[in-house]
Nanobody, 117 residues
Framework: VQLVESGGGLVQPGGSLGLSCVASGLNFREYGMNWFRQGLGTEREFVAGISSDGIGISRAESVKGRFTISVDNGENAVVLQMNTLQPEDTAVYYC???????????WGKGTLVTVSS
């Protein structure tokens, strides 16, 4: 199984960035897909998630109204669109695939997002 994130980079405060995670080696439609992030010296925290059927969506309070999550089943990809970025959003963002049915949990290697002027 591989989860490969892309789209990270440097953006100014108030700017936007889209992250993508492409999954391979698993049955994508049977996994809930999530984004987590970890800032310097902080614990990894949940950012947003979408259920395997694409209906259930959850987001951390800190990103509601700014971040959206979606899936492209044709590409086996999950996208995190981040708007109105702030310096406190600076972190390594990780893609996660989780299946309660199979009892499996997979992680990508992460992509760095830096919000700075």
């Amino acid at each position: 199984v591989q989860l490969v994130e892309s789209g990270g980079g440097l953006v100014q405060p108030g700017g936007s960035l889209g992250l993508s995670c492409v999954a391979s080696g698993l049955n994508f439609r049977e996994y809930g897909m999530n984004w987590f992030r970890q800032g310097l010296g902080t614990e990894r925290e949940f950012v947003a998630g979408i259920s395997s059927d694409g209906i259930g969506i959850s987001r951390a309070e800190s990103v509601k109204g700014r971040f959206t999550i979606s899936v492209d089943n044709g590409e086996n990809a999950v996208v995190l669109q981040m708007n109105t970025l702030q310096p406190e959003d600076t972190a390594v963002y990780y893609c996660n695939a989780k299946s309660g049915y199979y009892g499996t949990n997979y992680w990508g290697k992460g992509t760095l997002v830096t919000v700075s002027s």
